[in-house]
């Protein structure tokens, strides 16, 4: 099992630009995909991308936000750009296989972070 925590969250005004990251503590397979997911509130977490054995960028921010992982500290990060209030949300970090967007298919999350964006 891996631990994840995310860090970085925070308030930006809109169409400014903010990364968050997730430090993985654990090892992590080769076979298996790490993942961003925000929830709204009221809402179902919903996948934001996902990078390993597959990668996969949700449409709603593609062109706006990018996924990469530091494999020699073990760091997945989410670049966010030309944010917009709609994408205020709870944002978490997950690991798991490759094989759905849902968040049933990840087994490990962290805590998650808050991000703010003001009009």
């Known amino acids: 099992q891996l631990e994840l925590v995310e860090s970085g969250g925070g308030s930006v005004q809109a169409g400014g630009s903010l990364n968050i990251s997730c430090k993985i503590s654990?090892?992590?397979?080769?076979?298996?995909?790490l993942a961003w997911f925000r929830q709204f509130p009221g809402k179902a977490r919903e996948m934001v991308g996902m990078?390993?054995?597959?990668?996969h960028i949700a449409e709603s921010v593609r062109g706006r936000f990018s996924i990469s992982r530091d494999p020699a500290d073990n760091v997945l990060n989410l670049r966010m750009t030309r944010l917009s209030p709609e994408d205020t949300a709870m944002y978490y970090c997950a690991a798991g296989g490759c094989t759905t967007i849902s968040p049933e298919g990840f087994r490990d999350w962290g805590q998650g972070t808050q991000v703010t964006v003001s009009s």
């Open positions: 990078i390993g054995g597959i990668a």
């Open positions: 654990g090892k992590i397979t080769n076979s298996g995909c």
